[in-house]
């Protein structure tokens, strides 16, 4: 399988200042069974994009806001690191504007006099790739707690070791994604929550990634966890999956074009937004502005990872996990992500909170990067209970 996106229902916003001309050409799409919303400038496009997801755009160059509103919007989007499948609808004395439309990121063009022929092969043709896209985007740009599980889901071939290693990813994706709300709500957690994530199940982060949403102000955060509770039903093909019995060809093939498409559409709004930085600080020198902080940058599957240098107003601990979302700063991880330096320079090992032992210490327990579990011998309860610590 070339990629995921299966025959989930894909969304299209159709950007032109003549309504008439994109639904006319809006009707060759719907019978391919797209869903389609229209806009008529660059400006709601943009914001319709910081709200929502969609599978491609078609953007008409010549419309407000100026002369060339379509340009405006693809360097817009440059700006903000949004990301979208953009296919250009250009008049035939555009030429020049186009070019530079596909230097900007667009994807490819539609002639508009030759849109009754080419637009809905185009169109096709440019889902199709971005669709191949996503998978590497997802190895190779997302947090590594995410890249990881997708790098392995790649390498497997056969119908059920996919569908274990897709469900097995989602759930690791629900359960950071999760960690990273309890991180940015920067709430200590209450003896009820620590109750009931003492052992988590997939539903149970599914749950904190819902009743964040209410308790974290940024925007690309907030779309990050709808896009985590977007795996919710992959809960219950899990646990059929674990409690069933044995399963025959037709309903692994079932559940796997499931969870494949959920895999997707997950990507896919990962990708849409400004990418999220993982990093563990290593060093820092205070400039007399800034802490001018060295890190290693905690992205894709691999086995060493960059470092990089950047002025950071407030000191960060070195050697703790931390991230940055959307417009806000660097929010600690730790002790719900924890990370140790291995032998091999730029690489490091990562360790998911998973629970909390029932011993004396209450000791806390995580889950490695290769899936083994274990229990930390010096963090415990008390350590998710210390004011500014998650």
């Given at each position: 399988?070339?990629?995921?996106?299966?025959?989930?229902?894909?969304?299209?916003?159709?950007?032109?200042?003549?309504?008439?001309?994109?639904?006319?050409?809006?009707?060759?799409?719907?019978?391919?069974?797209?869903?389609?919303?229209?806009?008529?400038?660059?400006?709601?496009?943009?914001?319709?994009?910081?709200?929502?997801?969609?599978?491609?755009?078609?953007?008409?160059?010549?419309?407000?806001?100026?002369?060339?509103?379509?340009?405006?919007?693809?360097?817009?989007?440059?700006?903000?690191?949004?990301?979208?499948?953009?296919?250009?609808?250009?008049?035939?004395?555009?030429?020049?504007?186009?070019?530079?439309?596909?230097?900007?990121?667009?994807?490819?063009?539609?002639?508009?006099?030759?849109?009754?022929?080419?637009?809905?092969?185009?169109?096709?043709?440019?889902?199709?790739?971005?669709?191949?896209?996503?998978?590497?985007?997802?190895?190779?740009?997302?947090?590594?707690?995410?890249?990881?599980?997708?790098?392995?889901?790649?390498?497997?071939?056969?119908?059920?070791?996919?569908?274990?290693?897709?469900?097995?990813?989602?759930?690791?994706?629900?359960?950071?994604?999760?960690?990273?709300?309890?991180?940015?709500?920067?709430?200590?957690?209450?003896?009820?929550?620590?109750?009931?994530?003492?052992?988590?199940?997939?539903?149970?982060?599914?749950?904190?990634?819902?009743?964040?949403?209410?308790?974290?102000?940024d925007a690309v955060a907030r779309r990050w966890l709808t896009a985590a509770s977007g795996?919710?039903?992959?809960?219950?093909?899990?646990?059929?999956?674990?409690?069933?019995?044995?399963?025959?060809?037709?309903?692994?093939?079932?559940?796997?074009?499931?969870?494949?498409?959920?895999?997707?559409?997950?990507?896919?709004?990962?990708?849409?937004?400004?990418?999220?930085?993982?990093?563990?600080?290593?060093?820092?020198?205070?400039?007399?502005?800034?802490?001018?902080t060295q890190m290693t940058v905690l992205s894709g599957s691999r086995s060493t990872y960059?470092?990089?240098?950047?002025?950071?107003?407030?000191?960060?601990?070195?050697?703790?996990?931390?991230?940055?979302?959307?417009?806000?700063?660097?929010?600690?991880?730790?002790?719900?992500?924890?990370?140790?330096?291995?032998?091999?320079?730029?690489?490091?090992?990562?360790?998911?909170?998973?629970?909390?032992?029932?011993?004396?210490?209450?000791?806390?327990?995580?889950?490695?990067?290769?899936?083994?579990?274990?229990?930390?011998?010096?963090?415990?309860?008390?350590?998710?209970q210390s004011p500014g610590k998650v």
């Amino acid at each position: 399988m070339s990629h995921w996106a299966g025959s989930r229902i894909r969304r299209a916003l159709f950007v032109d200042d003549q309504p008439e001309v994109a639904r006319t050409l809006s009707k060759l799409l719907r019978r391919t069974g797209i869903q389609i919303s229209f806009c008529t400038n660059g400006d709601d496009a943009l914001r319709r994009l910081q709200e929502s997801t969609y599978d491609i755009v078609l953007l008409d160059l010549h419309m407000p806001p100026g002369n060339w509103g379509g340009l405006r919007f693809l360097e817009r989007l440059q700006e903000t690191g949004l990301h979208a499948n953009v296919l250009v609808l250009s008049g035939q004395g555009g030429q020049a504007e186009t070019i530079k439309a596909i230097r900007l990121g667009a994807r490819d063009f539609v002639i508009k006099d030759d849109a009754m022929e080419q637009l809905v092969p185009r169109v096709e043709a440019a889902l199709e790739a971005d669709a191949i896209d996503r998978i590497a985007y997802a190895t190779d740009n997302l947090a590594a707690p995410l890249a990881a599980g997708f790098a392995r889901l790649t390498h497997q071939r056969e119908p059920l070791p996919q569908l274990r290693a897709g469900l097995l990813l989602a759930e690791n994706a629900i359960r950071f994604s999760g960690i990273v709300a309890l991180a940015l709500s920067q709430n200590v957690l209450t003896s009820d929550q620590l109750q009931q994530l003492s052992r988590p199940s997939m539903g149970t982060w599914e749950a904190v990634c819902r009743q964040a949403l209410g308790a974290v102000d940024d925007a690309v955060a907030r779309r990050w966890l709808t896009a985590a509770s977007g795996l919710a039903p992959l809960i219950s093909v899990r646990n059929e999956l674990a409690h069933g019995g044995e399963v025959g060809q037709s309903w692994v093939a079932g559940r796997l074009a499931k969870t494949l498409e959920c895999l997707d559409q997950f990507v896919l709004s990962m990708r849409s937004l400004p990418l999220a930085e993982v990093v563990v600080p290593t060093a820092a020198q205070f400039t007399g502005a800034a802490f001018e902080t060295q890190m290693t940058v905690l992205s894709g599957s691999r086995s060493t990872y960059p470092v990089r240098s950047a002025p950071i107003p407030t000191a960060l601990i070195s050697g703790r996990v931390y991230i940055r979302v959307g417009e806000g700063g660097y929010a600690c991880l730790w002790p719900l992500v924890i990370a140790e330096p291995d032998d091999a320079p730029g690489a490091w090992q990562y360790h998911l909170w998973d629970g909390i032992e029932r011993n004396r210490d209450r000791s806390l327990r995580y889950l490695r990067s290769n899936g083994e579990r274990f229990i930390s011998s010096t963090l415990s309860q008390a350590d998710l209970q210390s004011p500014g610590k998650v």
